[in-house]
């Protein structure tokens, strides 16, 4: 049991003037045409909203979308909340194209369970009803309404309500229970203010509840909002559920601000995108052809977006056809896997099919590429496990959560976790930290990379012990996710691929090799600095009496990386010997006068001013010392490096 309770949604499709508004108010007892235009001109121009109370309680709600063929668009917006359809054909008319058109609608919608309703049955003859209803069951053939009960009825004569009324409580029952999700989603129809409330949101929830007072967020921009309360079919409610109307205020927003098509959703649930991945399928009677980079109009949600749709596996879409795509937005959105969508065509406006949503954060795709199309398949008929393993690899160099990856690729996030485990231990994921694990191809591509700059190093400079920490760092190239080298790099050292010493890295292997003529030149470094002790030449100066010498620079400096000499500043070294004895006496003359003066430090170790400062200033930047208004103190606290 998935403990969320079941509501259902009704939703009424057909021509104009068919009398699908007459037909909820006969229902009902409320009037869905709301605006003056709509009261003036006798048509659905806008969603209507209204709701059923069964007998034993139940109440349901019911929307009403506009039948003309201009408003197509606006019906688009109401239909996609709908759970159970009434396809309303009049009786005295029969089918006409907006009853073809939005019966396509609703099962491009993926909708399941409906019926068909046959209004004004009282101004035909039985045997022209009969000729209606024989016209009905050719419409229906193969689609989702093919064995659906076809109901004659008359709102005027009050003949039918009662046996509509008793199959569609069947069909509401019949429904089955809704799944817990990622969080709760609301696709805003309409927005409106309240004088006293401020901002008002209104739409069919969806996939999980939602509370007063919650934290949300307003997609695709992104901005966070508060749910200052909620009203279900006209009643204040603390929860809203899915399958229920319900209207919420955010008052911290203004109605400018939202538009038709926002996405009010739980925080964090939801990506914008400008893409989404998709199987596209094209109605069996259009008499279009869908190209791969044609314009096109999606339809998805309660939103109508501009795009271009690049087909991946073909040139093009016939009647009937179907195949995996890519949806190139021309604005954002915010949708979520398993979602579906309409595609009509650009110009002239007509449905020609539609689709479902495989991936609602996609990375770009190229045409006919083996790997996103094994990616399409994955996506479409995957285990958890591969497809976590594909938005790790499309995700190469996010480096994000696994609740990330989760929302970005509509799985569950209560199995992720253990499914990046079990992966982890089958050498297809790496984890970097609990949290965040990425594509064993991608960890594959760091190891090269960096194997191939240390030994390009190791060569250039065969007698260092290796690359600073923090060039390495640097080359690994992830710049703005460079906080995650350090956890790559801990990987490399698990698995002796590299090792570490004194902050430079080396080829776990690598070893530093001294010859005969290297071991004379580190010799007589080593002499002249300890015999130098605290009054050293500077290095530059003592460089150049070297510089005809090609090995005594890399010599020098492979002593500065073993910290055999200590490089103080640019100016000076000195032995690590007169190093630690310097260390010393600043110790002593800190116990005996707890602050200690540059020029006492100075004659204490019998050295030049210049030596005494850069040696307190090193002591400084490495937490030996630390820095008071009249001098230098000890700082115990802190291990010097």
Known sequence: ??????????????HVDHGKTCLIKALTGIDTDRLKEEKRRGITIEPGFAWLDFPGGQRVGIVDVPGHEKFIKNMLAGAGGIDVAMLVIAADEGIMPQTVEHLDILSILGISRGVVVLTKSDLVEPDFLELVKEDVKELVKGTFLENA??????????????????????????????KESTGFRLPIDRVFTLKGFGTIVTGTLMDDKMRKDQDAVLYPENVPVKIRSIQVYSMDEEVAWPGQRAAVNIPDRKKEEIIRGDVLAAKGSLCPTRMLDGRVEMLKHTQRTLRSGSRVRIYLGTKELLGKIVLMDTDELNAGESGYAQLRLEEETAARKGDRFVLRFYSPLETIGGGVVLDACPCKHRKHDKKALEGFHIK???????????????????????????????????????????????????????????????????EKNTCRFLEEYQKAYPLREGMAIEEVRSRLNLKENSCFADAILNVMKNKKIIKEQNRLISSYHFHVVIKEEEDAMIREITEYYEQAGFAPLTTEIYLKEHRSSKKFLPVFYSLVNKKILIRLDDQYCIHSIFYEKA???????????????????????????????????????????????????????????
């Open 1 to 14: 049991m998935s403990g969320l309770r079941k509501h259902v949604i009704i939703g009424t499709a057909g």
């Open 149 to 178: 009960p076809v109901v004659p009825v008359s709102v005027f004569e009050n003949k039918g309500l009662d046996c509509l009324l008793s199959i569609l409580k069947e069909l509401c029952d019949s429904f089955p229970e809704r």
């Open 380 to 446: 479409e008929n995957g285990t958890l496990e591969e497809q976590l393993v594909l938005s790790a690899r499309e995700h190469w160099g996010c480096f994000y959560t696994l609740e990330e990856l989760a929302a970005r690729s509509s799985l569950n996030p209560s199995g992720v976790k253990n499914a990046a485990e079990k992966l982890a231990e089958a050498k297809k994921l790496v984890p970097l930290t609990e949290q965040i694990y990425i594509h064993c191809d991608e960890m594959a591509f760091y």
């Open 583 to 641: 260390k010393e006496a600043f110790r002593e003359m800190a116990l005996k006068n707890s602050e200690v003066v540059l020029g006492e430090y100075r004659d204490y170790l019998g050295c030049s001013r210049k030596i005494a400062v850069a040696l307190l200033e090193h002591f400084d930047k490495n937490g030996f010392t630390q820095k008071t208004d009249g001098g230098r103190i000890l700082k115990v606290s802190v291990t010097l490096k």
